[in-house]
């Protein structure tokens, strides 16, 4: 067993800058979450959800009190798939999506792409119009490769050419922020008005962080949506 405490300790003695709730969905442990992640602001570290994002009003309430960024997970953009793959409802993850977006906490979202299911490019465009119209250019995305596991064993690794295309269309719809993960891409961060290199990444590691000045891009004063120091 480990403690709260004991987390922030490890937190601080490796110079983190914040904690992740990641891989395991952190509203199964939502009392454990806020216990450490308000130790952790005590000791100014930042705190960061990645969650499928259905949860409950009062529950998403509570947690905006603790955490300061989320990468929420828009699997699907179709109701039906939604409830024969995940059980889940889509609205509840839309109306989480905006409700976040409007309390101003930093903003991401991963769409996993799974060959056949939502892999089209009327799929990604209608993604990308929810996160046009409701939230912002600006919105971090990440389209994320699948591979086959547990009871998804039978699917195949989605194709690259999927992934490159989702990135193409949301890039030509006007999204500022798009990403590719699970897979070698150019995941460097680009001025979205001149072009230039703001952050050059190798896997996850950030190469060069020189490149923006209080939240704007160094070169042309663009503001910037990163969640910085």
Known sequence: KILPETIVKNAINDNCLSISWTYNEPTLYF???RETSLISHRENLK????????????????TLKFIDAFNIDLKFFDDT????????????????????YQSKSH??????????LNTDEDHIRSI???VLDELGEDVPIHFSRFFPMHKMSDKSPTKID???????IAVEMGMEY??????????????????????????????????????????????????LR
Do not use: Q
């Open 128 to 130: 990308c119009n929810f």
């Open 107 to 116: 903003l991401e979202i991963t769409t996993l792409l799974i060959n056949d």
């Open 178 to 227: 798009v990403y590719l993960g699970n897979m070698p891409a150019d995941n460097n961060s680009y001025c979205p008005n001149c072009g230039e290199l703001l952050i050059a990444r190798e896997r996850y590691c950030n190469m060069n962080k020189n490149r923006i000045n209080d939240g704007r891009c160094i070169n042309c004063g663009h503001k910037l949506n990163f969640a």
């Open 81 to 100: 798939l939604y409830r024969e793959i995940c059980g889940g409802k889509l609205d509840i993850v839309l109306d989480n999506l905006n409700a976040i």
């Open 31 to 33: 009392d454990f979450a």
């Open 162 to 168: 999927y992934l490159i295309r989702a990135k193409e």
């Open 47 to 62: 705190n960061v959800y990645v969650s499928n994002g259905y949860m409950s009003e009062e529950s998403l309430d509570e």
